[in-house]
């Protein structure tokens, strides 16, 4: 870490998860390039991931943050998933102890393509890194 950027946040190395029942995928991100790639996809059971493989991740990674995609619908409004990302997104920074941030991720699952998890995660990291509010978490 070399200190706090504009936006108040740490520099250094994000990660992103694109959030879903059967499926997250994880993407590493850095704030300073505000650039991010795609990582892996983990195993999740109805929307539990493998924990020590998450936090493995975090711990080879050691991020200044953790960002969770917000599936929203198309008018705003947030849907059932809305709330079980929310959940995941609150254990994940009870179990990790990092800030965790929500990023809008309409659409990025379509523009990644279906079968990429991963890539959709690199693109809720890249959301959030290239947002001029990002300090502002949408998690509140």
């Known amino acids: 870490?070399?200190?706090?950027?504009?936006?108040?946040?740490?520099?250094?190395?994000?990660?992103?998860?694109?959030?879903?029942?059967?499926?997250?995928?994880?993407?590493?991100?850095?704030?300073?390039?505000r650039t991010a790639s795609a990582l892996t996809t983990l195993s999740a059971r109805d929307g539990r991931?493998?924990?020590?493989?998450?936090?493995a991740l975090v711990k080879e990674w050691r991020p200044v943050r953790l960002v969770v995609g917000l599936p929203l619908n198309m008018d705003d409004t947030e849907s059932e998933m809305s709330g079980r990302a929310r959940a995941f997104a609150a254990r994940l920074g009870?179990?990790?102890?990092?800030?965790?941030s929500m990023?809008?991720?309409?659409?990025?699952s379509?523009?990644?393509g279906e079968a990429s998890?991963?890539?959709?995660?690199?693109?809720?990291?890249?959301?959030?890194l290239n947002a001029p509010e990002r300090a502002q978490d949408a998690a509140r």
């Open 103 to 108: 990023a809008d991720e309409r659409l990025t």
């Open 1 to 33: 870490m070399t200190g706090p950027d504009r936006a108040g946040v740490d520099t250094g190395s994000v990660l992103a998860f694109d959030f879903g029942l059967k499926h997250i995928g994880v993407a590493a991100g850095q704030t300073v390039t």
């Open 49 to 55: 991931p493998d924990w020590g493989a998450v936090e």
């Open 94 to 100: 009870e179990r990790t102890g990092v800030p965790v």
């Open 110 to 112: 379509r523009e990644a």
């Open 117 to 128: 998890h991963a890539a959709a995660a690199a693109l809720i990291a890249e959301t959030w």
